[in-house]
Structures are given as structure tokens and as C-alpha cells.
């Protein structure tokens, strides 16, 4: 127990959970010790396990965090610490188990050993691959001075196997982008930003590509100012 | 066993494009052999999940050296299971002047 230090957080809940991330939410705690509070650090800890992980290196000033690097299909519970400048609180009461999955997933829950069906194999013609087209519906969906969360639709034209996608970021009022997940294309229609510099403002855009190559970018987000202010455009269109 | 797998046969030259349905939960995770040994992607191999959710492996402009037995292994915390199939890549037709 540090004197002075905040009570625990309350009301830890999910927000959002699919496959690459769990928006976790909670409450401030009722006293801040003293002291305003400097932020909170988020703890996950695997269902069944009993080490718990901290998921943010530095505090957090928004009651919500987007928490990745998550095994698909495993289930987590969360915790939150408050910090101010006599110390960290104790953690918070601990979330309901989450599931990270995507909805469709959760909906059909429960366990099943694998099955696997027939191969059937198929004969193609090598053809030229078509690059596929720009993904749409480029959205922020989530912006704090710590992340942002961009989601978009694919092409709309179909018939293109195995589509993945690179997210690029540009600083407002310069027309230089750079691709942010400059190794691995995601597979999901959805990015998690981590890593933007407070004050800056930023465009997203995305590209989609397959084996072929790299598509065009899709229109770029309306720009996004990094800061304490909840700062959500608009989606383009609308 | 090599015995049983069904057998497919495609021309040198040509893509073969294997696919599998999988189902499980979780989600299984899913590898694919030949011979015994992982594949691994490339500019040849390519792996991926299609529209359709069938996990799929196309191995690109065939040779006589992709002929063997392919396997898609699937598992996850609740046990394995793996289909198998013979594939055989035939020479394309020989052209008499």
C-alpha cells in the first residue's frame, strides 16, 4: 500500500473483441489519493494461466485501451492499474473472461476437435494474377493520443484468393506516406496504430495485395489529430 | 497411408490447387506436408484461407518433383486429425514432327 497512491479502477469490461484485438473500458476510481491520476497500466492474463502480462509499457491516459498480440480463440480476463505521482494502485477487480474471436466465431462457441474434409485438388491454367482493387470504407473507428484503430470493407470486386492488406500513414500537410506493418500484410479488414506522436496529425490509407502485387490505396482518412481529445472524423461520404 | 489416399493427376506446367475443409474450436491451426515435411510459402507455394473458409494450397507451374503425398493437418487443444491426398504431375504431351 503507497500512501497517496489512486484506489483501484472499476468496472473493467470489453468493448469490442475480435481475432487481432480486445478494446478494454473501466471506470476511474473513486479516489485519486491525492494527486491527479498520470494513467493507467492494463494487465491480460490467459484463462487457466496464472502469470499476468502488462499490456502498455507507458500509462495510459484514456479509461480505454485496445489490447493485441492476442492467440485467436483463446480467452482472457484484464485488469487495470491507476498510477499517480505517490504510486500505483492496487489492480482493479479482474474483467469477465474474453474471447478473442471474431463475433461470427463466438456465436457458434463451444469445442470441437478437428475434422478435416476430402482434398480436392484442381488443375488451373497459369494466368497473369490481377492485382486487387482498392479496399473502401477506410474509417477511424478509435483515436487516443495512444492508438488509433482504423477499419475498411475489401474490393469490391470479388474473385481475388487469399486478399491481405498494408496500412500506410502520412503527417498532415506532407504528402509522404509510410507503410506501418512494413513486414506482414493483415489479414483482417482492421489495424491497430500504435506509436503516433502526440500534437501530429496523420492520414490513413490502405492498400490491399495479393500474389500478384499491390494494389492502389484506398481514399485516404480525413486527418487525425494525436491528443487527449477524443477525436474521431467522420467516415468519408458521409 | 499412401495406399488409401485418393489420387489426383496434374500436367507439368500447370497449377494444382488443393482444398480442404476444416472445421473445429478453436480455431485449428492448420499445416501442410508433403512427404512428411511442412511447407513452407513461397513464390511457389502459396497458403491461404479462401473466400469460402477452405484452407487452401496452390503450388504453382508444377514440376515432376511436386509428385507425392500431401497432407493438411489440422489441430487444435482438443486432438489432430489430417487428410491426405496422392498427387502426380505427368509430363506434358509428347510432339511428334
Request: charged share 25%.
Amino acid at each position: 500500500e503507497v500512501a497517496g497512491a489512486p484506489g483501484a479502477p472499476l468496472d473493467v469490461h470489453s468493448l469490442d473483441a475480435n481475432k487481432d484485438y480486445v478494446i478494454i473500458s473501466w471506470k476511474q476510481p473513486a479516489v485519486d489519493g491525492g494527486s491527479p491520476i498520470l494513467g493507467y497500466f492494463v494487465d491480460r492474463c490467459e484463462v487457466g494461466m496464472t502469470h499476468w502480462a502488462q499490456c502498455n509499457d507507458t500509462p495510459v491516459k484514456f479509461a480505454r485501451f485496445p489490447v493485441t498480440g492476442l492467440v485467436e480463440g483463446r480467452s482472457y480476463v484484464f485488469r487495470v492499474r491507476a498510477v499517480n505521482k505517490a504510486g500505483m494502485s492496487h489492480p482493479s477487480r479482474v474483467s469477465e473472461p474474453v474471447d478473442a474471436m471474431d463475433p461470427a466465431d463466438r456465436t457458434r462457441k463451444g469445442t470441437s476437435a478437428p475434422w478435416t474434409g476430402q482434398i480436392i485438388v484442381t488443375e488451373e491454367e497459369p494466368v497473369e494474377g490481377v492485382v486487387p482493387g482498392r479496399p473502401c470504407d477506410l474509417s477511424v473507428i478509435e483515436a487516443t493520443k495512444n492508438y488509433v484503430v482504423l477499419s475498411w470493407k475489401p474490393p469490391g470486386d470479388k474473385g481475388h484468393e487469399g486478399v491481405m492488406y498494408y496500412v500506410e500513414k502520412c503527417v498532415s500537410g506532407t504528402d509522404s506516406w509510410q507503410r506501418v506493418n512494413t513486414e506482414i500484410p493483415v489479414k483482417s479488414p482492421r489495424f491497430a496504430l500504435f506509436d503516433l506522436a502526440e500534437g501530429k496529425s496523420y492520414r490513413f490509407r490502405v492498400r490491399c495485395c495479393n500474389s500478384a502485387g499491390v494494389g492502389e490505396p484506398s481514399e485516404p482518412t480525413e486527418a487525425t489529430t494525436v491528443g487527449d481529445k477524443l477525436d474521431i472524423p467522420s467516415a468519408p461520404g458521409r | 497411408s499412401k495406399t488409401n489416399a485418393k489420387k489426383f493427376t496434374v500436367t507439368e506446367g500447370k497449377h494444382a490447387k488443393f482444398r480442404c475443409y476444416v472445421t473445429g474450436k478453436p480455431k485449428p491451426e492448420i499445416v501442410w506436408k508433403k512427404d512428411g515435411e511442412n511447407i513452407v510459402p513461397g513464390r511457389r507455394f502459396l497458403i491461404f484461407e479462401d473466400r469460402e473458409g477452405y484452407y487452401t494450397l496452390k503450388v504453382l507451374y508444377c514440376k515432376q518433383q511436386d509428385t507425392g503425398l500431401y497432407i493438411c493437418a489440422a489441430s487444435n487443444a482438443l486432438g489432430n486429425t489430417l487428410s491426405a491426398v496422392q498427387l502426380s504431375v505427368k509430363g506434358p504431351p509428347v510432339r511428334f514432327k
